[in-house]
T-cell receptor, first 111, second 118 residues
């Protein structure tokens, strides 16, 4: 069955600290992979995506993610978190016309 | 580019009435649009896939007579919540795949519509 797990429901980090959000998936083939961010009451903004090629993907706002096929993972990282990064983060996987979203990780940032 | 809008951004209605939510791709044509529902502090749940000129495909457990979807053009899809009840209160988000995406599945999301049924 196709699924996406984000093991951390909620993460709190201090401003300036590094961040890693975990994402694991179960899929029949290598899917396309996405990370989205959602601020309260807002729609989703795409941070980055992986379709093929280099497994380290750079995104907007200083985020990057690494695709590890052997671990079926696509973890999101940022070297130095800003207070404005506090939001909900969703990992998503899919191909063609359907995408499956993970349950989300809520990020809080301590000033 | 690739902007998706939704209207209205929020709506309050009385129980038993119907509400229509519009989803528009502003600067691209979308052969496929999606409708999601999101409960507070939860993930997005796909409700249905809408293809221009054909009937929508609903996910299991979603009442097609309750949530009417029309994809009348390559830039507009509508979701009508019929005979709304308080349990239909939720955040509804649409997304669209550009016609020229080449099958890469990247969806562009609208800002969402907050529905509150009294």
């Amino acid at each position: 069955a196709q699924s996406v797990t984000q093991p951390d429901i909620h993460i709190t980090v201090s401003e300036g600290a590094s961040l890693e959000l975990r994402c694991n998936y179960s899929y029949g083939a290598t899917p396309y992979l996405f990370w989205y961010v959602q601020s309260p009451g807002q729609g989703l903004q795409l941070l980055l995506k992986y379709f093929s090629g280099d497994t380290l993907v750079q995104g907007i706002k200083g985020f990057e993610a690494e695709f590890k096929r052997s671990q079926s993972s696509f973890n999101l990282r940022k070297p130095s978190v800003h207070w404005s990064d506090a939001a909900e983060y969703f990992c998503a996987v899919g191909r063609y016309d359907k995408v499956i979203f993970g349950p989300g990780t809520s990020l809080s940032v301590i000033p | 580019g690739a902007v998706v809008s939704q209207h209205p951004s929020w709506v309050i209605c009385k129980s038993g009435t119907s509400v229509k939510i519009e989803c528009r791709s502003l600067d691209f044509q979308a052969t496929t649009m999606f409708w999601y529902r999101q409960f507070p502090k939860q993930s997005l749940m796909l409700m249905a896939t809408s293809n221009e000129g054909s009937k929508a495909t609903y996910e299991q457990g979603v009442e097609k007579d309750k949530f009417l979807i029309n994809h009348a053009s390559l830039t507009l899809s509508t979701l009508t919540v019929t005979s709304a009840h308080p349990e239909d209160s939720s955040f509804y988000i649409c997304s669209a795949i550009p016609r020229t995406s080449g099958g890469t599945t990247e969806q562009f999301f609208g800002p969402g519509t907050r529905l509150t049924v009294l």
